[in-house]
């Protein structure tokens, strides 16, 4: 009986032991469900919110303003590529215009008169034709132009005809609708916009590096026309030029350092009674928005045997313009034959009044510039200084166009070296403390009185030996004093 005893006892206690096992695992199996079944509905409620966000996300437009400001992408367009696939191939689709393009083609009866989507202005003041004295019109240009690839070409600004005073500018988009006439006489209408600009691209590539005769003579006549934009400020270069064997040289360096700078016209004025085709290729070749002009030195300063004061003519020329056509703004002289940190030129578009800064390699001091003591203009420093109120160079100054129609009598004098000194005295009252100082507070040299060295003229081609090769063409580019 003891021995029965103790050996249902033993089993009791071995199955006693065993349901405890037993249910402490179960409860260790419905723990581990439990978490799981948290996480799955944790991640698929993440994944159902972030799919409704991105939905969300891209039925908004993105703003224009924002992609032409900040050329970088937004926080939450990148975080769409993280969260969405099909929003990474959409995107990847319409950055890839000429590979995922889709052409639309249809036949109508239309006439064979190409039709396009335009949008009609009326330019205003700036847009005005010119007097006698010029013969060209004034160029347009839009900052979209100078948005990175990924955005451009947002809209296309092309030039209007003429109408009395005025000029009327057609804007036409990105996907503009041309018309085809076919063989049987019928017109296709295709939508291809990427096609159509690189056609465009392509002729005008080809225009500007095959100079003909009928170009070089009328190239600078048959250009788009410039429209001074709100945004930036738009700035006014004034460049005097003469005709000299580096002439073409120096135009074509300044213009490529101006072609980094936006809302911008260039008004080229040149010491003759005429205009040079050489010139205008040139600077239809180069791109930058420009007006070419002509303003020759009078006669009685041409017969003078002392110094003759060389540009003042295509300066007060240049005033001349700017009192006429426009309104807002700054204007700066800059020589073609001078060097140009392009900081420089955002540094003025906003001045109010006027500005200086520092210009290196003048004269034996090595500099010309104001002197500053603790933030306050108390001088100026310069190799000559010849009784000037304002000793600076050329380069060394910028104003503001309001602030000189606020001035009409403001000009400069034909007196040699006092050209830079009389302007400024012209533009009183003018206190020192009214004077902007740019490049750092005129702690940094921003632009460069270089000169390029003198080269004689060319000895005449020999065109008998010469006749039918390369050098007949070459000949016709360089300018003969």
């Not at 005893?5 to 065993?18: E, F, R």
């Not at 420093?381 to 050329?394: A, F």
Request: hydrophobic residues 30%.
């Amino acid at each position: 009986m003891k021995g029965g005893n103790y050996t249902s006892l033993g089993t009791y206690s071995g199955i006693s032991g065993s349901g405890s096992g037993n249910m402490s695992g179960t409860s260790k199996m419905s723990l581990g469900k439990s978490i799981k079944m948290y996480l799955t509905i944790f991640i698929l409620t993440t994944c159902i919110y972030m799919a409704l966000y991105q939905y969300h996300i891209s039925r908004e437009p993105f703003p224009a303003s924002e992609v032409v400001k900040h050329q970088e992408k937004s926080s939450s367009y990148i975080a769409s590529y993280l969260w969405s696939p099909i929003s990474l191939l959409m995107s990847n689709s319409s950055s890839n215009p000429i590979n995922n393009s889709t052409t639309t083609s249809t036949t109508t009866t239309a006439p064979t008169t190409p039709t396009t989507t335009t949008t009609t202005a009326t330019v205003g003041s700036v847009g005005q034709k010119l007097g006698a004295s010029s013969t060209s019109s004034i160029r347009m240009v839009s900052l979209v132009a100078t948005t990175p690839s990924f955005l451009s070409p947002l809209s296309e600004l092309r030039s209007g005809s003429l109408g009395g005073h005025q000029k009327t500018a057609t804007m036409k988009t990105s996907t503009t609708t041309t018309t085809r006439t076919t063989a049987s006489g019928l017109a296709t209408t295709k939508l291809s916009a990427t096609t159509i600009t690189s056609a465009k691209t392509s002729a005008k590539l080809s225009a500007a590096t095959t100079p003909t005769a009928s170009h070089m003579e009328n190239g600078h006549k048959t250009r788009p026309t410039f429209v001074a934009a709100s945004l930036p400020p738009p700035l006014y270069i004034i460049t005097p030029t003469y005709r000299r064997p580096e002439q073409l040289a120096e135009l074509t360096r300044l213009g490529y350092t101006l072609k980094h700078v936006v809302n911008l016209l260039w008004l080229v004025i040149e010491d003759a009674n005429k205009t040079n085709p050489l010139v205008g290729h040139t600077l239809d070749r180069i791109g930058v928005p420009y007006e070419y002009m002509v303003a020759p030195m009078p006669e009685k300063y041409k017969q003078t045997k002392k110094a003759k004061p060389r540009g003042v003519s295509n300066r007060n020329r240049g005033l001349e313009y700017l009192r006429q056509h426009a309104t807002e703004g700054v204007l700066y002289f800059a020589d073609d034959d001078n060097t140009y940190d392009i900081s420089i030129f955002e540094q003025m578009r906003y001045i109010s009044k006027v500005a200086m800064w520092p210009v290196g390699l003048v004269t034996k001091t090595g500099v010309s510039s104001p002197i500053i003591q603790e933030g306050k203009l108390v001088g100026y420093y310069d190799g000559w200084i010849g009784g000037r109120k304002y000793p600076v160079d050329m380069a060394g100054f910028a104003v503001s166009v309001k602030f000189l129609k606020e001035r009409p009598n403001a000009q400069m004098p034909f007196k040699p070296g006092y050209e830079e000194d009389g302007f400024l005295r012209s533009l009183a009252p003018l206190a020192d403390a009214e004077i902007e100082l740019l490049a750092d507070d005129c702690r940094d040299i921003l632009t460069w009185h270089t000169q390029t060295k003198k080269n004689a003229p060319g000895q005449p081609l020999n065109r008998t030996r010469y006749k039918n090769t390369n050098l007949e063409h070459i000949d016709r580019l360089l300018v003969r004093p």
